[in-house]
């Protein structure tokens, strides 16, 4: 399996994914963001980091980045999509993925591990976990407060569309959501970075039972 | 050269959307003998030089505010 890792000016978790690709046992494949072209990948990665430096919202610029335009394709034909982080804000911005990431209520920068609970196993990203399973994940993010409206809210809620739920909110999020996905539930967006922790060598790599998942959870 | 326009541009957080830096500002002020503060809400003001405002209102829709979380309003103002 091959798995993309998208690179705009200001991604910095690009390598950190793109290691963890190889860590999981697929092919790992950069996709710089000026080149329209996913490179046939069977899945893609938007990592982590402060894309075209957080100007204006986050992810607001990278969303019009060369590569989002066949990345949309993709994602609208059912192929996996995982945003980390920035990545998710991104996919937020591009209406792959409801709702937005507001400032930290706090109002302070959240550099920790949280433990966060799987809620559903629906997806490629998750289907290789169990329900209420656990996992302690790394965040770091000023704006990760997941914010929807009340009715988008219920309707993610309803469809059983939140993937991962804070065990204790760092950061103020609605209904304490750490993540979401699409209508189509191939698109997953996640605050907490998985990457971040797969490889025993940093400490940990429950990270990989989360990107392992798309092995089985697209059916490639 | 063409002639060009000022446009002033102001997006700032719904009504009910959580304003933190506001929140933050209005701690501030009383702490500085400034009494009397109810509310205080922080957006973000852009000025552009444009040919034609014929445009302003997609630039806005698009890429200047998000709709899910902020409302714009425009003007030319030169």
């Given amino acids: 399996m091959r798995i993309g890792v998208t690179v705009f ?6 390598r950190d994914a793109l290691y963890a690709v190889e860590r999981m046992g697929a092919e790992p494949v950069g996709l710089w963001h000026a080149e329209a072209d996913l490179k046939g990948v069977d899945a893609v990665i938007v990592p982590g980091g402060f894309s075209y430096g957080d100007y204006l919202r986050p992810g607001a610029i990278a969303r019009f980045a060369g590569v989002m335009g066949p990345l949309e394709e993709f994602a609208n ?29 706090h109002m302070r920068f959240v550099c920790d591990r949280v433990r ?20 302690t994940l790394p965040v770091a993010h000023n704006e990760g407060n997941y914010f929807a409206d009340a009715e988008t809210l219920a309707r993610l809620e309803d469809e059983d569309r939140v993937v991962l739920r804070y065990v204790e909110n760092p950061n103020g999020s609605a209904n304490d959501i750490a993540g979401v996905c ?11 970075h998985p990457e971040r922790v797969s490889d025993p060598a940093l400490g940990s790599d429950e990270g990989l039972k989360i990107l392992r998942s798309v092995l089985v959870g697209a059916g490639v | 050269m063409a002639d060009s326009l ?19 500002v209005r701690g501030a002020l009383p702490a ?6 109810k509310t205080v809400h922080i957006g973000r003001l852009i000025e552009m030089e444009v040919e034609s405002a014929d445009e302003v209102d997609a630039m806005c829709r698009r890429l200047l505010s998000n709709p899910t979380i902020e409302e714009y309003e425009w003007e030319v103002v030169s």
Avoid: Y
């Fill in chain 1, 9 to 14: 000016p200001g991604s910095n978790c690009d």
């Fill in chain 1, 116 to 135: 966060v609970r799987v809620e559903t196993t629906g997806t490629p990203w998750t289907a290789g976990g169990e329900v209420g399973e656990e996992l």
């Fill in chain 2, 6 to 24: 000022k446009v002033r541009v102001l997006v700032r957080p719904k009504e009910g959307i959580l304003d933190p830096q506001g929140e933050a």
């Fill in chain 2, 32 to 37: 500085l003998g400034f009494g009397g503060v």
């Fill in chain 1, 77 to 105: 034909e059912g192929g996996p999509v995982l945003g980390v982080c920035n990545g998710f804000q991104v996919l937020c911005e591009a209406h792959l993925l409801p709702g937005a990431l507001l400032q930290n209520t």
């Fill in chain 1, 182 to 192: 699409s209508e189509g539930r191939n698109v997953v967006g996640v605050m907490p």
